[in-house]
């Protein structure tokens, strides 16, 4: 994959001389020659590669689910998960594919919080809702302008030794789909550069015009192109989706982008009709993200079944049919681990994902794309906290250099807050009775507890046996509930927190 360099671009000169130039980059699965030597997935973090126009994978189910395990609420406790669920209601509020209005989003939605810059933290939501750009099928735009095809050597008349590449285009204009050498109005160009041995070697995109303001990056595809590094995004956050990534979004999702798709494994007929299974289908329009909660991983056996109405075309009529799915865990999966180091360095790795499931009609089995993506994604966040690189000879803490970590912050003056958040903490109980007459009393009980901490209320008559009232999450560190006061004036109450 090409790489970016640290430039920029005078956007409102560019935008008096072309219009609305939003661009786009496609991702799926890496072709035979999109190698490490052409400069493809060098990091080893890419989970794809990009694709020409008409070769993208895409959801064509209507609902994608999420969830955290045990060890990203451990780990980043209520804020990281607020961070998550923000990411996704950026992506639930992109309107349907037919209604997008480039112009409607801005070029640049980058914005910096000093107070996270002094605390060297990296944003866990914007960092987030560039992963899911990925899982949507856009590859980051700035990096995928040039690439290389293909690289020749040859001996010249001297016996010397010349070589030649083959550059090509991935990044596509949203309303023509053509080409571009655009990201965001501004336009890029690219350098050829080779190193190593054996050689690797890149296009490298940076901006046609150096004195840019649009410095860095633009697009929020791009946000997580370069997480090893991990370096010019302290203190960075995005507060939504620029023209670039919407216009990706709009070509993915619109009912008139048709394709050779299957169903994705497990969808199976809602009823005796037999299942098409792989047709010519529309984009889906719109797609949404919806929370499942610990109930999957807490309760043996936990499943859960969605109906949907799928549509697709047989010899040019568009029909439909009543499918559904069943989930034994949400479609992706957010976690935390100590994920070890990035390959010949000290630099902890930030994060991994397994790569996009994508799959192709058995018509198409030969072909680059079109393509879907099936559920079975895992994103993991390493545990960064607090940690210090001594570059030799520099090996006192005075010397050392303070490495990013993850934090959560935005435009508030509020305080950033710096991961991991503990968790735990024994909860407790507080009792009130409420009404006016000894016989029509209730028990109004309180548990206050650290927000999203599972914890299972228990009653007992003689504390020594004890029945299961309800499992609960205290969402905001509080549940309140009440209890008749009429049939056992002994009843004790207990709250046991759940692992």
């Known amino acids: 994959m090409a790489f970016f360099l640290l430039f920029g671009v005078r956007y ?74 923000d990411a996704v209601r950026i992506l639930n509020e992109v309107p349907r594919a037919d209604q997008i209005t480039l112009t409607n989003y801005t070029f640049d939605s980058r914005r910096v919080n000093y107070p996270a810059l002094d605390l060297d933290l990296v944003d866990l939501k914007s960092t987030t809702l560039s992963l899911l750009l990925r899982q949507y099928g856009l590859a980051p735009a700035e990096s ?14 001297s016996g010397g030794a010349v070589t030649n590449y083959l550059v090509v285009t991935r990044n596509f204009d949203p309303t023509s789909y053509g080409p571009s050498a655009y990201v965001n109005v501004g336009r890029y160009t690219y350098e050829i550069f080779e190193w190593g041995n054996p050689p690797i070697a890149a296009a490298v995109d940076f901006p046609a015009d150096p004195n840019s303001s649009l410095y860095g990056f633009s697009s929020v595809s791009y946000f997580t192109e370069h997480g090893d590094a991990f370096m010019p995004y302290r203190a960075t956050y995005l507060t939504g989706f620029t023209g670039d990534d919407v216009g990706g979004i709009r070509y993915l999702l619109n009912e008139g982008n048709v394709n050779h798709e299957p169903l994705p494994s497990g969808v199976r007929a809602a009823s005796t009709n037999a299942l098409v299974a792989e047709a010519l289908r529309p984009g889906r329009g719109k797609l949404t993200w919806e929370k499942i909660t610990e109930a999957w991983q807490t309760q043996s056996g936990w499943n859960k079944t969605v109906r949907f109405t799928d549509s697709y075309y047989d010899d040019g009529v568009l029909k439909s049919q009543e499918v559904e799915r069943t989930m034994t865990r949400p479609d992706i999966v957010f976690s935390a681990a100590d994920l070890g180091l990035v390959t010949n360095s000290i630099n902890p790795v930030p994060y991994k994902m397994t790569g996009p499931k994508f799959r192709r009609s058995s018509v198409l089995a030969d072909a680059a794309g079109p393509g879907i993506m099936e559920p079975g994604i895992e994103i993991v966040f390493g545990m960064l906290g607090k940690t210090m690189a001594n570059v030799a000879p520099q090996n006192t803490e005075q010397s050392g250099i303070r490495l990013a970590r993850w934090g959560s912050f935005d435009h508030t003056t509020n305080a950033p807050v710096a991961y991991p958040v503990i968790t735990f903490g024994a ?37 020594a046996n004890w029945a299961e009232l309800e499992t609960v999450t205290l969402t905001n560190g509080t549940h309140r509930f009440s209890t008749a006061n009429n049939a056992d004036n002994s009843r004790f109450l207990r709250v046991v927190r759940v692992q």
């Open 12 to 85: 409102f000169l560019v935008l008096l001389l072309c219009g609305n130039a939003f661009a786009f980059s496609l991702l799926g699965p890496a072709e035979p020659w999109q190698t490490r030597e052409l400069g493809y997935n060098v990091s080893g973090m890419e989970v794809g590669a990009p694709k020409n126009i008409g070769e993208e994978y895409r959801w064509n189910i209507p609902v994608i689910t999420y969830g955290f395990d045990r060890s990203f609420v451990d780990y980043f406790g209520a804020p990281g998960i607020r961070a998550v669920d």
């Open 144 to 157: 995928s302008v040039w690439m290389l095809r293909g690289r020749e050597v040859l001996t010249n008349g």
């Open 427 to 463: 909860p407790t109980v507080e009792v009130a009775l409420t009404g006016s007459t000894a016989g029509a009393q209730s028990v109004q009980w309180t548990v206050r507890g650290v927000a999203e901490q599972r914890v299972r209320i228990q009653v007992s008559g003689d504390l």
